[in-house]
């Protein structure tokens, strides 16, 4: 079954305390993507990638980073969360039509 | 920055009548795609029209463009319980389905 994973689902944490949410796709995209989702905004675009060792900047990409070493992974580092980056993000891959979205990780820092 | 945007924020309907949802963007496309999300969960793709169609069909789903007002349209007929979510629009202007803008949405309620 073609599917984007997520890891963790939930996750509390505390300012300043590095956290790392890993992103998997079995599809073989090479264009993956990450975004998080506010009330009232929308969601915004944080990075992408357009293949292995490729990243670029979205729309917000201020206290992230990616990387993507192999193809299937992309994950998402905050190397010192702030409040401010409570929100609900979204791993994405992108096939030729569409993009699949994961389930979601919601993110509390406290 | 935000490309699409939908119209209206919100609709409530009775099961059985169908829904028309509206996206406005403001700068050239190659696709403009819906997506739809249930409570918290992740989107999932719905229909794509590219810039030189004018309308599609999925099932229930009828998508309109029109490139000269920028703006498209999603029809749902025959709504049903199950079609409570939010709507998304996102245009494609690159054609790679590389980097997709998203509105904020339209929160569908259909009333059984």
């Known amino acids: 079954e073609a599917q984007v994973t997520q890891n963790p689902r939930y996750l509390i944490t505390v300012t300043g305390k590095k956290l790392t949410v890993t992103c998997s796709q079995n599809m073989n995209h090479e264009y993956m993507s990450w975004y998080r989702q506010d009330p009232g905004l929308g969601l915004r675009q944080i990075y992408y990638?357009?293949?292995?060792?490729?990243?670029d900047k979205g729309d917000v990409p201020e206290g992230y980073k990616v990387s993507r070493k192999e193809k299937r992974n992309f994950p998402l580092i905050l190397e010192s969360p702030s409040p401010n980056q409570t929100s609900l993000y979204f791993c994405?891959?992108?096939?030729?039509?569409?993009?699949?979205f994961g389930p979601g990780t919601r993110l509390t820092v406290t | 920055s935000q490309q699409g945007e939908e119209d209206p924020q919100a609709l409530s309907i009775q099961e059985g009548e169908n829904a028309t949802m509206n996206c406005s963007y403001k700068t050239s496309i190659n696709n403009l795609q819906w997506y739809r999300q249930n409570s918290g969960r992740g989107l999932v793709h719905l229909i794509l029209i590219r810039s030189n169609e004018r309308e599609k069909h999925s099932g229930r789903l009828r998508v309109t463009l029109d490139t000269s007002k920028k703006s498209s349209s999603l029809l749902i007929t025959a709504s049903r319980a199950a079609d409570t979510a939010s709507y998304f629009c996102?245009?494609?202007?690159?054609?790679?389905?590389?980097?997709?803008?998203f509105g904020k949405g339209i929160t569908l309620s259909v009333r059984p």
């Open positions: 994405a891959s992108s096939g030729y039509n569409e993009q699949y």
């Open positions: 996102a245009t494609d202007a690159s054609g790679a389905n590389s980097k997709l803008t």
């Open positions: 990638s357009m293949n292995v060792e490729v990243t």
